[in-house]
């Protein structure tokens, strides 16, 4: 059987969906160091990433440039998703 023309398939995590309901959107997962020196793995979302960069930049782009991040400040929800942003760089 066919695929329709209207599904597509991501080619990043595999998932199918109608293009008709298919979104732009990024995620980026980030392991961060809080200033007492622990370790945090938080999830950022299109809306914050947004506020720090052209979100349609290449991949590569957006991961270098989240790497060069010295100083940044967030605050984040109980399940560790970022909520709001200050960048100090």
């Known amino acids: 059987m066919a695929v329709?023309?209207?599904i597509v398939k991501c080619s990043n995590c595999s998932a199918k969906f109608k293009?008709?309901?298919a979104k732009e959107q990024s995620m980026a997962k980030?392991?961060?160091?809080?200033?007492?020196g622990e370790m945090h793995k938080i999830t950022m979302f299109t809306t914050i990433l947004s506020t720090l960069l052209n979100t349609a930049q290449p991949r590569e782009t957006i991961?270098?440039?989240l790497l060069s991040m010295d100083n940044i400040k967030?605050?984040?929800?109980s399940s560790n998703?970022?909520?709001a942003v200050d960048?100090?760089?």
């Open 74 to 77: 967030v605050q984040i929800n």
């Open 81 to 83: 998703i970022v909520t």
């Open 30 to 36: 980030v392991q961060i160091k809080d200033n007492n």
């Open 63 to 65: 991961e270098e440039y």
């Open 4 to 6: 329709p023309p209207d």
């Open 19 to 21: 293009v008709s309901k």
């Open 87 to 89: 960048n100090d760089d």
